[in-house]
């Protein structure tokens, strides 16, 4: 069973039009949800992290929310260079300190 | 300030030889990870190394695969016996330790022909 399911897989989106990318979990006992950004060939770029139901946080054009079941990553007006691949994270109480992240959301924005 | 350095960024070799892969966590991080990231599987971890504890090698593979951490600093992945299922990208990520946000390189992209 999957612990991390992130949605949709690809999203295409005009310039300033604003969509919401969503990851939902399994794990009981949620310890830290993490949002990274990936740019081809390079690594997970670290965005927020979110560590308890209820909890948001904002840089620029994105906000990201928690709840007991799902991570909304909120895009407000997007640019064309907020392309690039959106990975979602967790940790829980009873698994290890490393991250077990979903496949990702493929976003691109056309000018 | 400085980030995760990884070494080489390419690396292409034969079936069969054994490769070394080297991580520079970023300096006063106590944790330090390993990930692989290959087309079609994602992200998955590796192993785990925090202050002067046992390791988690919990997601190594086979034994193959091991991984040192010298010092508490530089750490270096070793694949031995490569195969071609090894060819992948290889990521390090760094953390002050705890649950606190990991910063990754950018990796080492390992091809075997």
């Known amino acids: 069973e999957d612990q991390v399911t992130q949605s949709p897989e690809a999203l295409r989106l005009q310039e300033g039009e604003s969509s919401s990318l969503n990851c939902s979990y399994t794990v009981s006992g949620l310890r830290g949800l993490f949002w990274y950004r990936q740019d081809p060939g390079k690594g997970p770029e670290f965005l927020f992290t979110l560590y308890s139901a209820g909890e948001e946080k904002e840089k620029e054009r994105l906000k990201a929310t928690l709840t007991k079941k799902e991570s909304f990553l909120h895009i407000t007006a997007p640019k064309p260079e907020d392309s690039a691949t959106y990975l979602c994270?967790?940790?829980?109480?009873?698994?290890?300190?490393?991250?077990?992240f979903g496949s990702g959301t493929r976003l691109q924005v056309q000018p | 300030g400085a980030g995760v350095s990884q070494s080489p960024s390419n690396k292409v070799t034969e079936k069969g030889k054994d490769v070394e892969l080297r991580c520079d966590p970023i300096s006063g991080h106590t944790a330090l990870y390993w990930y692989r990231q290959s087309l079609g599987q994602g992200l998955e971890f590796l192993i785990y190394f925090q202050g002067n504890s046992a390791p988690d090698k919990s997601g190594l593979p086979s034994d193959r695969f091991s991984a040192e951490r010298t010092g508490g600093s530089v750490s270096t992945l070793t694949i031995q016996r490569t195969q071609q299922e090894d060819s992948a990208v290889y990521l390090c990520?760094?953390?002050?330790?705890?649950?606190?946000?990991?910063?990754f390189g950018d990796g080492t992209r390992l091809s075997i022909l």
């Open positions: 990520a760094s953390s002050v330790g705890g649950n606190q946000p990991q910063h």
């Open positions: 994270a967790v940790t829980w109480a009873t698994g290890r300190r490393a991250l077990t």
